[in-house]
């Protein structure tokens, strides 16, 4: 399987304290790969080194074949970012949002205008395209973040805590939106502290003081554990530091 994330001993340190302590993994085309670590275990820091938004202190990392030191911009132009606070500006319209990050994007106008209209229909938001994305319901912010993050093509999406907050059926209809993209081929980079969505990924990583401890499939990983669920493997794992 061709690999679009690569990690070597990548690690970021603030004076003595390490947030991310030499992790190495790969993430292969069209995987849906969960990230999982308990606040301040470091995979929101790790997330922000591979999406180009900080520099490493050390080890390598590139993304879309692009090394995250070097070449950080190019990185951002390949991939969709979707973060817990749904990355929307709530004073905009729907409307507005769309063509805003169209034009971040480097969409053409023409292009804006055709995606903004097929966005619209899909999301079933076209009688809504002109209300404030504040006045919106949550899960209807977040499929609208999610899709915006879509909207340039990326092959690589990285998602940060997207399901923090809503209800449980949102959260599968959520779910159901990452499975048609992963489908398509685009690969999905998870965070999450949700253990039962763990396991609608293909493969899980799990972080505990800035080092992966685990990462296998979730099958493999509660086999390995001799765990009924991915709540018990975690619970281990945390319990073990």
């Known amino acids: ?17 390490k947030a991310v302590d ?21 995979k929101t820091t790790a997330l922000k080194m591979l999406t180009g938004l900080i520099l490493p202190t050390s080890g390598h ?49 023409s292009e804006i205008r055709a995606k903004t209209a097929a966005l619209l229909e899909k999301l079933q938001l076209v ?16 499929k609208l973040s999610f899709s915006v993050a879509l909207l340039h093509e990326p092959r690589i999406v990285f998602l940060d805590e997207p399901t923090s907050g809503v ?39 799990i972080m505990v003081d800035g080092r992966i401890e685990a990462l296998d499939t979730p099958r493999a990983m509660k086999t390995a554990f001799g765990a009924e669920d991915m709540d018990e493997v975690f619970r281990k794992l945390a319990r073990g530091s």
């Not at 030191?69 to 319209?93: A, C, N």
């Open 1 to 17: 399987m061709k690999t679009v994330i690569s990690t070597d001993r990548l690690t970021k340190t603030y004076g003595a304290f």
């Open 22 to 42: 030499a992790i190495t993994f790969e993430v292969h085309e069209g995987e849906i790969f969960g990230f999982l670590g308990a606040n301040g275990a470091g």
């Open 61 to 109: 990392a590139s993304v879309a074949g692009y090394d995250v030191r070097k070449k950080p911009e190019e990185v951002k132009r390949r991939i969709g970012y979707m973060s817990q606070k749904f990355s929307l500006y709530e004073d905009l319209s729907v409307r507005e949002n769309i063509r805003l990050f169209g034009g971040i994007y480097g969409l053409k106008m």
């Open 127 to 142: 009688e809504e395209a002109d209300k404030l994305v504040g006045s919106l319901p949550l899960g209807w912010k977040q």
């Open 167 to 205: 209800d449980p059926l949102t959260r599968r209809q959520f779910w159901e939106l990452i499975y048609e993209t992963a489908a398509a081929g685009v690969t999905l980079m998870v965070t999450t502290h949700y253990m039962d969505e763990a396991e609608y990924c293909n493969r899980v990583s």
